[in-house]
Structures are given as C-alpha cells and as structure tokens.
T-cell receptor
Framework: DQQVKQNSPSLSVQEGRISILNCDYTNSMFDYFLWYKKYPAEGPTFLISISSIKDKNEDGRFTVFLNKSAKHLSLHIVPSQPGDSAVYFCAASARTSYDKVIFGPGTSLSVIP | GAGVSQSPSNKVTEKGKDVELRCDPISGHTALYWYRQSLGQGLEFLIYFQGNSAPDKSGLPSDRFSAERTGGSVSTLTIQRTQQEDSAVYLC????????????FGSGTRLTVV
C-alpha cells in the first residue's frame, strides 16, 4: 500500500509557465514533507521541505503548499526553466518517530523551451 | 569528500552470486539510509542506521539482504545469492541526526543480475 502517491507519472510545461506537481499521502502520522529532484544517473537532491505546522513554504522559484485536511501537497515552480527538467519525488516522514522518509514514485517533468 | 560516495557505480553479477555495495557518508552525519529504485519505480526504503545501530530493518526485502555500519561511518549492503529481481539502483543517503535539511544522496550503485 503506497503511503505517498504521485498520480502523474509525467508532466510537460512550456518554459516560463508554472509547473505544478501534486502529491497525496495516506498516513496521518506524517508531519514533515520534502521534495527531491533527480537527474538521470545522479542521486536525488533535496529541494524544499515543509512542516505540518505550516501551509506554505517558499524558496525562490519553488513553493510547496500543504493541505493537511486533504492530505495533499503540491510543488509549484515559477517560472519553469529547461534545467528544471527532472524527476521530482515527494517524500514524507513522521518526525515524532525517527527519520525514515517514505518516497512517492516520482513525476517526470519536462520543460519545453 | 564533500558528498556521499558509493562504490561500485555499476555492478553486473551472475544470478546466485553474492555482492557487496559500499557507502561512504558525509563526515559527521550520524544517520545513514539505504534505498533502492527498481526500473520505473519510486524509491523503496531498505534500512536506516543511527550511528552503528539499525533501529529499522523493516524494508529489507528478504533475509538475503543484510547491512552493517562500522565506526559510525562506512556502511556495506550485502545481497546473498542474488536474483534477477534484485536488479535496481541502490542509493545511499546520509543526514544529521534530525535530517531536517533533507538527506544527501550518493549517485547510487546500478546492480544488474544476469
């Protein structure tokens, strides 16, 4: 049973437009959420995180929104750039226990010049 | 080094052989994690170390998989009697104890069992 779901395996966006990547989770114990970006043949790199006490966290072109009641979070990239083309993983953990982080299956983003 | 180092980067092995995958975490990171990514799949949690102890081994797929960490640093993931379904990219990550800055991943070991 997948605890972290990313229902869109892929997404294509024009350069300059907004990219919205969605993520849903099922475990109500999760209280810390992260997004990672992965290029081919490289390990994932940490992008941005959000604690459950917040509903929004912004870092430059990247903003993560959290809707706890819906168990849903999203990553917005504005404006999208060709270098943003990568696989994006949503991840979640229950900070009250330990640091095991559960990853979603990933969404492959293609930003078209 | 500055990052998480994994070796080998690629490994092709025959079915039934044992393999050892190595991870060198970032110096000072107390937490170390092993994940694997099979073709077309997400990241599957395998095992987590805090120091030298492994409080969570729940993700190891079978008793053919084992891992150890010595000196609070280097970790080795061992797969005995490899099977074709073990083929995947095995990723190691490390973090400070709290992990709130996220993990730092290595580039992974691509294991192919033929």
């Amino acid at each position: 049973d997948q605890q972290v779901k990313q229902n869109s395996p892929s997404l294509s966006v024009q350069e300059g437009r907004i990219s919205i990547l969605n993520c849903d989770y099922t475990n109500s114990m999760f209280d810390y959420f992260l997004w990672y970006k992965k290029y081919p043949a490289e390990g994932p790199t940490f992008l941005i995180s959000i604690s459950s006490i917040k509903d929004k966290n912004e870092d430059g072109r990247f903003t993560v929104f959290l809707n706890k009641s819906a168990k849903h979070l999203s990553l917005h990239i504005v404006p999208s750039q060709p270098g943003d083309s990568a696989v994006y993983f949503c991840a979640a953990s229950a900070r009250t226990s330990y640091d095991k982080v559960i990853f979603g299956p990933g969404t492959s983003l293609s930003v078209i010049p | 080094g500055a990052g998480v180092s994994q070796s080998p980067s690629n490994k092709v092995t025959e079915k039934g052989k044992d393999v050892e995958l190595r991870c060198d975490p970032i110096s000072g990171h107390t937490a170390l994690y092993w994940y694997r990514q099979s073709l077309g799949q997400g990241l599957e949690f395998l095992i987590y170390f805090q120091g030298n102890s492994a409080p969570d081994k729940s993700g190891l797929p079978s008793d053919r998989f084992s891992a150890e960490r010595t000196g609070g640093s280097v970790s080795t993931l061992t797969i005995q009697r490899t099977q074709q379904e073990d083929s995947a990219v095995y990723l190691c990550a490390s973090s400070h104890q709290t992990g709130e800055d996220g993990y730092t991943f290595g580039s992974g070991t691509r294991l192919t069992v033929v």
